[in-house]
């Protein structure tokens, strides 16, 4: 069977058996996939607040209840823990440890948070037939920090990050157009065009995933990024959170069309 037409529970299984390890672009193909954050209940509810107040870079799809690991509404057979091919640690805001299950970290005094991943709405692209330049490429979206500053809740606050894809002009109209129909999951494009007036200095150097060619003929365009909490994470130094690996995201049983609003 083709990667691309595994189903969610499917695909889940081959990464909870170690038979995946890489980015999720490409499996069970049509499904949402989202970014998961991970948190001691004592933060749950200022992060809470500021994925509600940043629903652009932070659209939150689930969250669980404490003592739980699966998310009830979009994978409720799922397991949190085990399910995603590779998690992050964050320890006082900086990155200790990647590993491929967090069986022994998640406590039961913790939160995990789905949050929409532009993996859908690049699906929706590639129908409008918008070529995708890293996935021709077979690598990882380029990810960013910006100088564009998420509004704080609580503790939480710092900077957005932006994932991008470069296109031919013609292509740029339609593109916002398609990814206006998903705001759950990143929505439309929060800048076009010149990198330095978000604080991006060089596209050759992605602050995460991979970089990718931009061609004399293409515009870069950015869209908000599920990265960002990870970032935020660098710059407010929480004592404790899980994050997916950048790429290495949680495929829900939810079909990409059920967050499509027109």
């Excluded at 809740?153 to 990050?161: E, I, K, N």
């Excluded at 916002?176 to 060089?202: L, N």
């Excluded at 870069?220 to 950048?246: D, E, N, R, S, Y």
Aim: proline share 9%; with cysteine; glycine share 6%.
């Amino acid at each position: 069977m083709k990667l691309s037409s595994l189903s969610p529970e499917e695909a889940r299984e081959m990464i909870r058996k170690g038979e995946w390890d890489r980015p999720t672009a490409g499996l069970s193909n049509g499904y949402i996939q989202a970014n998961l954050v991970v948190l001691p209940k004592e933060m749950a509810y200022d992060f809470l607040l500021f994925c509600q107040r940043n629903p652009k870079p932070c659209p939150v799809l689930d969250v669980t209840d404490l003592n739980a690991y699966y998310p009830p509404s979009v994978a409720p057979k799922a397991d949190l823990r085990t399910d995603l091919p590779k998690y992050l640690v964050y320890r006082n805001g900086k990155k200790t440890e990647e590993r491929t299950d967090l069986t022994d970290v998640w406590t039961e005094d913790m939160v995990g948070f789905l949050l929409g991943c532009s993996f859908t709405f690049e699906q929706a692209l590639l129908e409008n037939d918008i070529p995708i330049r890293h996935i021709e490429e077979g690598l990882n979206v380029p990810m960013f920090k910006t100088n564009l500053s998420c509004q704080p809740a609580g503790q939480f606050h710092g900077p957005m990050v932006v994932s991008m894809r470069p296109m031919k002009s013609k292509d740029v109209i339609r593109s916002i157009q398609v990814t206006s129909r998903f705001p759950s999951v990143h929505g439309a494009p929060v800048h076009i065009g010149d990198p330095e007036k978000i604080g991006i200095h060089d596209l050759h150097s992605p602050d995460f995933g991979d970089a990718v060619p931009v061609k004399d003929d293409e515009v870069p365009v950015f869209w908000a990024c599920g990265v960002t909490p990870q970032a935020i994470a660098m710059h407010m130094k929480p004592k404790l959170m899980l994050t997916h690996a950048p790429g290495h995201m949680f495929i829900t049983d939810q079909k990409n069309e059920a967050f499509g609003v027109l």
